[in-house]
């Protein structure tokens, strides 16, 4: 593995820009798959691939007056697999080839050996893995009087499409998506004190943080039971905090 990257500052430091490039290799990746035991097939968890990562990253943050900051990053990264003996994703078990013993076995493609459907992936997408995902906040804040401070924040996310079978089924996906919070508030000058309130996911934009097939209704003549999973972010919520900070000092106590 490697990582190459570079930090630098211009506009009198009000601009700060990094740049990173990276590329790691992981041999013995464990999947649960089909191998020949004792002249029977049987899946079982075995360091059946390999996996390379790489990709560029990109943050700034540029301050162009006191109050106003602006963030940002962004993220390329291609996560790709190779595993032999993975089970065939739904959608090709019907149009699996059946493989004689000892003949060579097609890769990217749904067969038959032994009795079993399996598939040997070839530069696959990692679940969970975005090629695309950024992010970015504008924050505003300035003086109400000589103790209090007011804020306003917009904070922004995206990322492209993600597969979550690693069978590379086309069905369990989220496709790109992107997301924005707002908060507002005050805090005191030194500030100990903060109140702010907040609305998470302002357009109410619904997307799902897992999907998987329904092992006890799902076949090939019955597809379609698919069980999605959300997490509380995936729908617009209101709320507030209040904060107390404490910064005590070993010469001076609280």
Sequence with gaps: AWEVGF????LDNRLTLSLAAFHAKYTNLQVQATQQVNGAPLSIP???GSAVT???EIEFSYRPIEQLTFLGGVTYMKARFDADGLPCQLAAQATA???PAGAAT??????ILSGSRVQDIRGGA???SPNWKANGSIRYEDNLSSSLVGFVQINGNMQSRVLFDLNQDQELDQKGYATADLS???KTADDKYQLSFFIRNLTDKRYVSSKQRDNMLTNAANPGNILFFTSKDASRY???TFRVSSACALVAPC
């Excluded at 930090?7 to 211009?10: D, E, L, P, T, V």
């Design 97 to 99: 080839v059946t493989v």
């Design 106 to 111: 097609p890769t990217n493609s749904c067969y």
């Design 126 to 128: 990692l679940p969970n």
């Design 46 to 48: 075995t360091n059946a």
């Design 238 to 240: 209101i709320g507030g």
């Design 54 to 56: 790489k990709g560029i």
């Design 7 to 10: 930090k630098g500052q211009a």
């Design 184 to 186: 507002l508030g005050v």
